[in-house]
């Protein structure tokens, strides 16, 4: 089975989730936050990387994680957090709501810079789901910093 990104299911290791937050980076890092219109990609960036994350989004939440954890860990671009945040991490929710609040606690409560994702979010959760992530936001617990 073929994920609609043409990414193997069975093929999904540590390379292969590098090799995704590296796509997203450089599909995201080219937007100007400060332009009138940042939201227009130039045609060359990398386009497979966003099927390929949303196809993990999907169908292997875990792995989408996974990935998030990785772009964490190679950027601090604003613009690819910001849609790291307002893409993968806000459908994650969406999607699975109570099931992944146990992963985003996790982090939350480990790095700071997960934290600040959370302030690029909008509210695609129930009003208690919201109000814990928002709890998160505001702890300072971490010690990556």
Same mark, same amino acid.
């Given at each position: 089975m073929l994920l609609i990104s043409?990414?193997?299911?069975?093929?999904?290791? !540590?390379?292969?989730?590098?090799?995704?937050?590296?796509?997203?980076?450089?599909?995201? /890092? &080219?937007?100007? %936050?400060?332009?009138?219109?940042?939201?227009i990609l130039p045609a060359?960036?990398? !386009?497979?990387?966003d099927p390929a994350m949303f196809d993990l989004v999907d169908y292997f939440? /875990? &792995?989408?994680? %996974?990935?998030i954890d990785e772009v964490l860990l190679q950027t601090d671009n604003e613009a690819v957090l910001c849609n790291l945040a307002a893409g993968p991490l806000e459908s994650l929710l969406a999607k699975y709501g109570?099931?992944?609040?146990?992963?985003?606690?996790?982090?939350?409560?480990?790095?700071?810079?997960?934290?600040?994702?959370?302030?690029w979010m909008y509210q695609v959760t129930s009003d208690e789901l919201w109000e814990r992530i928002m709890a998160l936001a505001n702890t300072n617990m971490d010690t990556d910093r």
């Open positions: 043409g990414i193997n299911p069975s093929n999904i290791g !540590p390379s292969e989730i590098s090799r995704i937050a590296k796509a997203w980076i450089e599909r995201y /890092e &080219k937007i100007n %936050l400060d332009d009138e219109k940042p939201m060359d960036t990398n !386009p497979w990387g939440p /875990e &792995k989408a994680f %996974l990935v109570e099931a992944v609040m146990p992963q985003i606690e996790y982090r939350a409560k480990n790095s700071s810079k997960f934290r600040d994702l959370f302030s």
